[in-house]
Antibody
Framework: EVQLVESGGGLVQPGRSLRLSCEVSGFDFDDKAMHWVRQAPGKGLEWVSGISWNSGRIGYEDSVKGRFTISRDNAKNTLFLQMNSLRPEDTALYYC?????????????????WGQGTLVTVSS | QSALTQPASVSGSPGQTITISCTGSDSDVGGYAYVSWYQQYPGKAPKLIIYDGFNRPSGVSNRFSGSKSGNTASLTISHLQAEDEADYYCSSYTISRRVFGTGTKVTVL
């Protein structure tokens, strides 16, 4: 059974940092691309970042470029999102999602499994 | 960066057929055949229900079907049931990123 478990969310002041983790099991993590997708309270889904199986290809949504860094540790089956210079508009439930493909930027990829999310609240 | 455009809400009675549209541009929906659709219940994670435009993962009801014409993709739910009441999102690849639709709330009357 595929499982994705996010952690690391919490309440943080604007300008501070937070690191999210996503531990996975039930599939060959080192063969699949991974994504972070967020959902602000009462709002829709927003893609945040994607990383290919070997970290060779990485992409970010424009509003987080230069502030967020996605990474992965294939030996530990864990995906990360380092979030710096946090803003109130970054407040959201952050989901970790598995791609069916090895490369996040393939035009035919899709997110076939999702975690339950970890809540990040940016407020003073 | 613009999200794909979906109607905010669609409703129907049990047994009816409804269609949700997802409109993009030549850079996303129109340029790539591979639109995916996700179903989300309140307080739950999204679930993949359509991939590659019209394929269903194992276990997803065949009452869900997908199609595309030009820059608009569509999700059709036939024989609408109470359990179909949820939010639905389309998604497409575009240059250097993924994009989701604005989301559609389906209400079963």
């Amino acid at each position: 059974e595929v499982q994705l478990v996010e952690s690391g969310g919490g309440l943080v002041q604007p300008g501070r940092s937070l690191r999210l983790s996503c531990e996975v099991s039930g599939f060959d993590f080192d063969d699949k691309a991974m994504h972070w997708v967020r959902q602000a309270p009462g709002k829709g889904l927003e893609w945040v970042s994607g990383i290919s199986w070997n970290s060779g290809r990485i992409g970010y949504e424009d509003s987080v470029k230069g502030r967020f860094t996605i990474s992965r540790d294939n030996a530990k089956n864990t995906l990360f999102l380092q979030m710096n210079s946090l803003r109130p508009e970054d407040t959201a439930l952050y989901y970790c999602a598995k791609d069916h493909s090895s490369f996040w930027s393939d035009s035919n990829n899709f997110l076939d499994h999702w975690g339950q999310g970890t809540l990040v609240t940016v407020s003073s | 960066q613009s999200a794909l455009t979906q109607p905010a809400s669609v409703s129907g009675s049990p047994g009816q057929t409804i269609t949700i549209s997802c409109t993009g541009s030549d850079s996303d929906v129109g340029g790539y055949a591979y639109v995916s659709w996700y179903q989300q219940y309140p307080g739950k994670a999204p679930k993949l229900i359509i991939y590659d435009g019209f394929n269903r993962p194992s276990g997803v009801s065949n009452r869900f079907s997908g199609s595309k014409s030009g820059n608009t993709a569509s999700l059709t739910i036939s024989h609408l049931q109470a359990e179909d009441e949820a939010d639905y999102y389309c998604s497409s690849y575009t240059i250097s990123r993924r994009v989701f639709g604005t989301g559609t709330k389906v209400t079963v009357l």
